[in-house]
C-alpha cells in the first residue's frame, strides 16, 4: 500500500464495486468533484481509469473484489484504502443511498481522514490462493454436518435413533443403521457424506503438505498441543506478516477475541467478544481451547489458566474461560512464530516455583 500519495495531489478517488460495474467519483485538492463515471469491474477497465490519473488515494470498501483491486490500485501506483465496513454506516444510512452516491462517501471520508476508516490490509495472491484452500475444506465440513444432523432427525421422526459416532465415519457405519422404511430416502445421502469425507481428508493431506514445504513456519505454533496443521496454517495465512503487529496481544483483539466495551459514566456493562476479524480462525482457535481444558488436554499453563477461571464460578464460566484460552492461545503463537522459540508447556509455572 502506498503512502502519502493524495497528500501530493490532493486527489482522492472513491470506487463503489460491483459485480458487473464499478462507480467512481474523484475529488479535488478543495473538495470538488472533477468527474463521475461507470466502468466495467474488470482489470484492464480498471487499470485504464486509474492511470489516467497521477498518484492519488484510492478508496474502496472490502468485498468480493477489493482484494485484486486493491492490489491493482497499488501496482498502477496509487494509495489503496480498503475500508472497513463497520466503519460505513453513515453510508448505509443514507436514505438516498445508491451506488455514484456511495462512491462520493467513500472520496470524501477517505479525504479527510483515512484512518476514519480504519482501513485493512488485503493479503498477496499466494496466501488468497491458500486461504481459499481452507475455506473450500470449511464448506464441506458444514455441508457434512448439515447432512448428517437431517439423516439423524430423519430417523428420529419414526422413533428409532442412530448409534453415537465421529462424522468421518457416519457414512460408512450407519449403511446398516437406516430402517428399512427410510433407506430408498437416506442411503443416496450417506453416500454423498462419505464422498464428502474422503475429499476432507484429501484437503488435509494437501494442507499437511503446505505446512512441510511453503509454509515451515507452521511448525513452530505445532509445538502447542492441540494446535493441528489445520489451525497453524490458518493463522499464518490470516496473520501473514507477524511483524506488523508490535505487541503479541493485540494478537486477540485482532481476531475478535477481545470483550466490546460500552462504558458511559458509572456503567460499565459486562460484554460479549467484538467477533470481529476472521471468524474461520477465531472457531478453529476455540476448538484448540476446548481440546486443551478437556479430559485429554495435557497440563500446561493456558490448562492451569481456564481451570481457574472454570473455578471461579458464575453463569457462563466454562464458555468464558475456553475464550480466555482462545485468546491467551493466540497472543501465544504469534510470540512462537515471531521469536522462534521451544515452547515450554509450565513456563510460567516453574518461573513463579523458581
Known amino acids: 500500500m502506498g503512502q502519502g500519495n493524495a497528500t501530493k495531489t490532493g486527489i482522492t478517488i472513491g470506487l463503489d464495486l460491483g459485480d458487473r460495474y ?34 492519488s488515494r484510492v478508496v474502496l470498501e472490502v468485498g468480493a473484489h477489493s482484494p485484486w483491486v486493491s492490489r491493482l490500485v497499488s501496482e498502477v501506483g496509487h494509495e489503496a484504502v480498503v475500508a472497513n465496513p463497520r466503519r460505513l454506516a453513515m453510508i448505509y444510512a443514507n436514505e438516498s443511498k445508491n451506488d455514484s452516491v456511495d462512491a462520493e462517501a467513500l472520496a470524501r471520508v477517505g479525504r479527510l481522514d483515512a484512518k476514519l476508516l480504519r482501513p485493512i490490509q488485503h493479503r498477496s495472491a499466494e496466501s488468497q490462493a491458500d486461504r481459499t484452500l481452507l475455506r473450500s475444506r470449511a464448506v464441506l465440513v458444514r455441508s457434512r454436518t448439515a447432512l448428517v444432523a437431517h439423516v439423524r432427525s430423519s430417523v428420529k421422526s419414526i422413533g428409532a435413533r442412530l448409534p453415537g459416532g465421529s462424522a468421518a465415519a457416519f457414512g460408512r457405519r450407519m449403511q446398516r443403521e437406516i430402517p428399512d422404511e427410510l433407506r430408498d430416502a437416506l442411503a443416496p445421502l450417506l453416500e454423498v457424506i462419505q464422498g464428502l469425507t474422503e475429499r476432507i481428508r484429501a484437503y488435509d493431506r494437501t494442507i499437511r503438505q503446505r505446512c512441510q514445504t511453503s509454509h515451515s513456519e507452521t511448525r513452530q505454533l505445532t509445538q502447542v498441543t492441540g494446535v493441528g496443521d489445520l489451525t497453524a496454517l490458518a493463522f499464518v495465512l490470516c496473520l501473514e506478516d507477524p511483524r ?29 467478544i467484538t467477533k470481529t476479524g476472521d471468524m474461520e480462525l477465531r472457531r478453529l482457535l476455540v476448538g484448540s481451547a476446548h481440546y486443551i481444558l478437556g479430559p485429554f488436554g495435557p497440563d500446561s499453563d493456558l490448562r492451569r ?44 509455572a516453574r518461573a513463579a516455583a523458581a
Open 244 to 272: 506488523r503487529f508490535q505487541k503479541s496481544r493485540v494478537v486477540g483483539a485482532y481476531l475478535g477475541l477481545r470483550a466490546r466495551q460500552r462504558q458511559s459514566g458509572e456503567r460499565d456493562p459486562q460484554l460479549g
Open 22 to 55: 464499478t462507480h467512481v467519483c474523484v475529488l479535488d485538492e478543495a473538495g470538488a468533484v472533477l468527474e463521475r463515471q461507470r466502468v466495467l469491474t474488470r482489470p484492464a477497465s480498471l487499470r485504464r481509469l486509474l492511470a489516467s490519473y497521477p498518484p
Open 305 to 348: 489458566f481456564g481451570l481457574r477461571l472454570i473455578a471461579r464460578g458464575g453463569a457462563g464460566a466454562k464458555q468464558r474461560a475456553v475464550v480466555a484460552v482462545a485468546r491467551k492461545l493466540a497472543v501465544l503463537l504469534h510470540r512462537l512464530w515471531i521469536t522462534g522459540e521451544v515452547y515450554e508447556p509450565l513456563r510460567q
